[in-house]
Each structure stands twice: as structure tokens, then as C-alpha cells.
């Protein structure tokens, strides 16, 4: 999937401290290191491990910090030819400490850069985009930037890390609106259910609110809240930037198709392995093998659902099937034409129930063996492709 980000890049300068220092105190670095940063730009780096096309818009300086910004965007696989650059500003700086004692962290954050204004988002071609995810920060511009995603037909999302004057106003309009621990305490929500509870919501639209070691909570289509506990690694490497992987799992399972639930809880996969390694490099490494795509109970029985796997050979539109406890997954593609076999989302079987058939063609295909029984592709069979069950989830994929 193709996604564009419309945020802020920064230097971020991370030090490492036994313990958060008192005021007018003199510590030693445990460790120093220098990265890219920005929300919106740490969410595509995620996303590009996870198989996205990663494309970031936002303003840059004409400094040297901001080609080193550019030179380590390009090697993570990002494109940034939708940046403005503006020659009189300078490249925003955060200067991170960071607690191995408590795993928090303080930013103090430097900024002389214009933001993005709507008449440069404009400008960014959208025509290919999947996705587009957007920082809350400059609420007056913001406004018509989403409205102008939402004309274009294209889904999105809002990330919303902070009270901003005005930024409730937006909330009707992203497809998943995220929000931080940090906003819902700054509104006076003791947690994150009370939060969602409290926001409107409009129809087919996805809330969700992470809250750290507690895990994350979400509201859907059905105004059900689902939550998902968290899953820290063995030992906590760097908790910097958790919040935007967790963004970048959630909206991989999204744009996969995995259920709510199953979003929810790749998020806190994807946020837990970013915990467990220095900066951003290895979070799609210390995943594990086959994504948890949906809960047994979430498929009918007889039923099937659709989604995208990422497999050893690629991206890969796929289908599951349940027969009983059993769970058949296969390419979503014909063996006559290559072309996909649903009705519509997510209905691959007959009106039976009994088998799957191409919608194209007509084509009947046994569920548990993929063999085809009827049509024109007979004697041939779907690709199947790797599933399990285990502790109630459908795990697909490799692995």
C-alpha cells in the first residue's frame, strides 16, 4: 500500500541517563545518540518495514542537518519529494533524556520552520495514495488538508499527541482518529476508555487511544470497545517513538483488512518490539512470523474474510475461510484469470456456504483442499497459503 505522511521531521538528539536528573544537577551520559524524528516521519519508517511505499510531506530547512534528515529518510526507504524546503529557517532540534530507571522520557524541542500550510499540500499529488496519515499540529491549515483527502476519495488518519485550540473540531473528519495517553490526561480523562467513551464518533469511523504499558483501547463501526494488552520485549531497549509505531501497527492492520481487534493488537506487537531496540531500524526484525489477522469467533461459521499478507515472495491479497475450528487460507487470485475471487468484501463463498466461488467466472473451489470442482478452471487448485489457530486468534502468513 501506498502511504503519504504529513507531518514534521526533527534532529533528535537522545541521551541516556540512569535516572531524570534533579534541576541545577550535572549527570553523566550513559549513552548518546543521534536520529531522524518526527511523528509522522517515524510512523513511515515503521510502515516502510512493514511493506508500505512510505511518502512524507512537510517543510525542511536548506541546512545541513536537514540533507543528513533527507540522506537517512531516502536509505529507510522514504520519499520526500513533496517536501517544501524554506531557505531562511533552521532544521527543529529535540534534545530527548531519556530514564532507564522509569523508560520515560523528557523532550525539549526547538523549532524555527514554518509548518506545512494547506496551499502546499495542495500541491502534493494524491492520485496512487492509499492512505494518508496526518500529525494534529497546524489546526488552521489542517482543516482543509483533510477535507481536501476526503474529497479525493482517499482514506486517512489523525494522530492527536496534544491539546491544540481548535483540534476537536477535526475530529468528524479522519477515517481512524489516534490519541495519545497524553491528550487524554490533558482533557482529564483518567483513561483511555473514558476518553473514547466521551468523543463522538460518526459512522464506519475508528477511534483508538494508546496507554502504554496498559495497552490500547478502541471503538468500531459498532461502538464496541476492544482492548489489547501490551507486549513488552525481554528487556526495554528505547521507548522513544512507541506511540508513532503503535500508529504505524495499527494502520498496517488496517490497510491489511485484519479486524479491529486484530489491528489493535498488531499495534501493540509492532510497539513492543520497538521497545526492544535502539531507534527504529529493527522494529520489523523482532516481529514474529504470520500476523494475527482476525479472532476465530470474528468469522462466521461457515465464513471468510480477505486480506492482505505479507509473505516471503511480497505483498499478497489473500483469503481465509473457517470450516468449524478449522481455518483454510488461500491467494486471492483465480487459477483461470489471476483475478480476485469475492463477490464483494470479504464474501468468497457461494450461497451455500458449502464452497468458494469466482465471482468472475463462477468457478466452484472445495474450502478445506482449494481444489477446483466446477468452472473453467477444473483440476486446477488455489494457492494455499500459511495458517494456524492459536489462543483464538488466525495467525496467516509465514512463520
Known sequence: MRVLAVGVATLDIVDLVERYPPEDAEVRALARAERRGGNAANTLA???????????AGTVADDADARRLLE?????????????????????????????????????HYRQLPELEAADFARVPLQGVDWVHFEGR?????????????????????????????????FPLPDVLLCARHYALARG????????????????????????ADGAWAVGEDGALHHSPSFPPPSIADTVGAGDAFNAGFLDGVLRGFTLPAALRHACVVAGAKCGTEGFA????LLPGGAAVCRLEDLDDPGSRGLQVRLRDGETPCFVVRVGTVVHAYRNACPHTGAPLEWRPHQFLDGSGEL????????????????????????????????DVHDGWVRVGDG
Open 282 to 285: 529493527g522494529v520489523g526484525a
Open 138 to 170: 497546524n489546526v488552521p491549515a489542517l482543516g482543509a488538508m483533510l477535507e481536501r483527502v476526503r474529497d479525493f476519495g482517499t482514506r486517512c488518519s489523525l494522530e492527536v499527541e496534544k491539546p491544540r485550540d481548535g483540534i476537536e473540531a477535526l
Open 189 to 212: 480523562h483518567a483513561t483511555a476508555a473514558d476518553l473514547l467513551a466521551a468523543l463522538p464518533r460518526r459512522a464506519s469511523q475508528l477511534l483508538c487511544c494508546a496507554w502504554g
Open 46 to 56: 515503521v510502515l516502510a518495514q512493514l511493506g508500505h511505499e512510505a511518502r512524507w
Open 356 to 387: 468458494v466461488q469466482c465471482a468472475l467466472h463462477g468457478a466452484l473451489f472445495a474450502r478445506d483442499t482449494g481444489q477446483c470442482l466446477h468452472g473453467p478452471c477444473a483440476g486446477r487448485a488455489l494457492t494455499p497459503v500459511p495458517v
Open 72 to 108: 537517512r529518510a531516502a536509505r529507510e526507504g522514504i520519499d520526500t519529494t513533496a517536501r517544501v524546503t524554506h531557505r531562511d529557517g533552521c532544521t527543529p532540534v529535540s534534545h530527548v533524556i531519556a530514564s532507564r530507571a522509569t523508560s520515560s522520557r523528557t523532550i525539549v
